[in-house]
């Protein structure tokens, strides 16, 4: 069996509640169970994440407290992906790395959301992998893979179809100093991804097929990052 921590951005699982995807997540995901992979997937707030983060800081809230409501809209899209999955899934989210192991021995897909203030869910993935001495962590996301710049701002951004840990690190470091970029995963997800030594693999969540293309049939376009050789399918 080869355990897989995926985590799905927010905006790729639920873009708008009026077009979300949670279906064929859920679809992609028991596919992956019957090819006997265990499933941990770790869930994002996207936008209606954001929006609710937004209303707290217009009425005064700290960060830390607008946090805490971002972490209940990861928890409730978590909640939506399990009811998406049904009898494939533990019926509830798991709120801490401890939850999840504990549910992970009855076999079933664990879906969980944010865990504490300041940290990401791409942060919760990588730590979960680490606990849970996973072969990968998948960041299922709205890009294809990681690119030298911002694509959506610089068309001359190269995509890497491999990278070490200490490049993305760098790679990181340098945008934030640029101001304004988005990465694709954050600076303490891929910090966990240097010591744990576990691959990072980054596939373009818009399109939830194509995470069972790569580990199931070995078609991959996405970006691997870590100092291991890793091949596919698995």
Same mark, same amino acid.
């Given at each position: 069996?080869?355990?897989?921590?995926?985590?799905?951005?927010?905006?790729?699982?639920?873009?708008?509640?009026?077009?979300?995807?949670? #279906?064929?997540?859920?679809?992609?995901?028991?596919?992956?169970?019957?090819?006997?992979? $265990?499933?941990?997937?770790?869930?994002?707030?996207?936008?209606?994440?954001?929006? %609710?983060?937004?209303?707290?800081?217009?009425?005064?809230?700290?960060?830390?407290? +607008?946090?805490?409501?971002?972490? &209940?809209?990861?928890?409730?899209? /978590?909640?939506? &992906?399990?009811?998406?999955?049904?009898? %494939?899934? %533990? =019926?509830?989210?798991?709120?801490?790395? #401890?939850?999840?192991?504990?549910?992970? &021995?009855?076999?079933?897909?664990?879906?969980?959301?944010?865990?504490? =203030?300041? $940290?990401?869910?791409?942060?919760?993935?990588?730590?979960? /992998?680490?606990?849970?001495?996973?072969?990968?962590?998948?960041? #299922?996301?709205?890009?294809?893979?990681?690119? @030298?710049?911002?694509?959506?701002?610089?068309?001359?951004?190269?995509? %890497?179809?491999?990278? @070490? =840990? $200490?490049?993305?690190?760098?790679?990181?470091?340098?945008?934030?100093?640029?101001?304004?970029?988005?990465?694709?995963?954050?600076?303490?997800? +891929?910090?966990?991804?240097?010591?744990?030594?576990?691959?990072?693999?980054?596939?373009?969540?818009?399109? =939830?097929?194509?995470?069972?293309?790569?580990?199931?049939?070995?078609?991959?376009?996405?970006?691997?990052?870590?100092?291991?050789?890793?091949?596919?399918?698995?």
């Amino acid at each position: 069996m080869t355990r897989v921590v995926i985590s799905v951005g927010g905006s790729v699982l639920v873009p708008t509640l009026d077009t979300h995807r949670l #279906m064929e997540w859920a679809d992609a995901l028991k596919k992956l169970v019957k090819a006997d992979h $265990q499933v941990f997937a770790v869930v994002g707030g996207g936008g209606e994440a954001r929006r %609710y983060i937004n209303v707290c800081r217009d009425i005064g809230l700290d960060e830390a407290s +607008a946090d805490e409501f971002g972490i &209940l809209i990861t928890r409730i899209n /978590a909640r939506l &992906l399990i009811s998406a999955l049904g009898e %494939y899934a %533990y =019926p509830r989210v798991a709120e801490s790395y #401890m939850e999840a192991k504990e549910f992970a &021995l009855t076999g079933k897909i664990v879906v969980m959301g944010g865990v504490t =203030p300041g $940290q990401t869910t791409d942060a919760v993935a990588a730590c979960l /992998a680490e606990e849970t001495k996973s072969s990968m962590m998948i960041n #299922m996301t709205a890009i294809d893979g990681i690119y @030298s710049a911002d694509p959506k701002k610089d068309p001359c951004a190269a995509k %890497y179809d491999t990278l @070490s =840990p $200490q490049g993305l690190i760098d790679l990181i470091m340098k945008e934030k100093l640029c101001a304004g970029s988005n990465m694709v995963i954050d600076l303490v997800a +891929a910090k966990i991804t240097e010591r744990s030594g576990i691959p990072l693999v980054v596939i373009d969540g818009r399109d =939830p097929s194509l995470i069972c293309q790569a580990l199931l049939d070995g078609c991959f376009s996405g970006t691997i990052v870590g100092d291991k050789v890793v091949t596919f399918p698995l």
